[in-house]
């Protein structure tokens, strides 16, 4: 089937290290994006890709980098310089139409002590 | 710009009462609108989409939406929800690029036996 996986499901990590989430999809999708979730405000967009060795920062970009080496692979890296890090990451794919909805991962939930 | 409004952060419902969950939006040009579910811990699912046409859009899961430009609203309905109806729920607009998909702030729909 395909879809979207995000890799891990839960996440920890010390203060001060960079950490990367994966994010694989084999839907043949250009477009790919990273969110974050917090309780209560839905969902933040944070890059997006929309071909391969091309991306943009969106809303709340800093502290954050990311890849788009390949079509179906958009890893995001979480940089110590992300002041409040810990959260829930969702990354999406899209087809190329402005109006096709989004498809999923299942998230990362990444917790820094 | 645009924006949406989820005007209720909870609805708590009884099982097998209808329940409307309320979504706003702003926008200065066409717009298309869409309902995602997301069950805990899990990315979103696509409920509904409305791009054009009728304006009374039928989902997954006997889930319904009805888009009035008049009011700028796409508030989403089912006529008797069920436990498994329990989740947080998602509306979210769409203009001119794929990169300006915005979300609400999301409605926690919790139902009683």
């Known amino acids: 089937d395909g879809g979207i996986t995000q890799s891990p499901k839960y996440l920890f990590r010390k203060e001060g290290q960079n950490v990367t989430l994966s994010c694989e999809q084999n839907l043949n999708h250009d477009a790919m994006y990273w969110y974050r979730q917090d309780p209560g405000q839905g969902l933040r967009l944070i890059y997006y890709s929309q071909i391969v060795n091309d991306f943009q920062k969106g809303d709340i970009a800093e502290g954050y980098s990311v890849s788009r080496e390949k079509k179906e692979s958009f890893p995001l890296t979480v940089t110590s310089a992300q002041k409040n890090p810990t959260a829930f990451y969702l990354c999406a794919s899209s087809g190329e139409d402005y109006n096709s909805p989004l498809h999923f991962g299942n998230g990362t939930r990444l917790t820094v002590t | 710009a645009q924006s949406v409004t989820q005007l209720d952060s909870q609805v708590p419902v009884f099982e097998e009462a209808p329940v409307e969950l309320r979504c706003n939006y702003s926008s200065s040009v066409s717009v298309y609108l869409f309902w995602y579910v997301q069950y805990p811990n899990q990315g979103l699912q696509l409920l509904l989409k409305?791009?054009?046409?009728?304006?009374l859009v039928k989902g997954i899961n006997g889930f319904e939406a009805e888009f009035n430009k008049s009011q700028t609203s796409f508030h989403l309905r089912k006529p008797s929800v069920h436990i498994s109806d329990t989740a947080e729920y998602f509306c979210a607009v769409a203009g001119s690029s794929a990169s300006k998909i915005i979300f609400g702030s999301g409605t926690r729909l919790s139902i009683r036996p």
């Open positions: 409305y791009l054009s046409g009728s304006t």
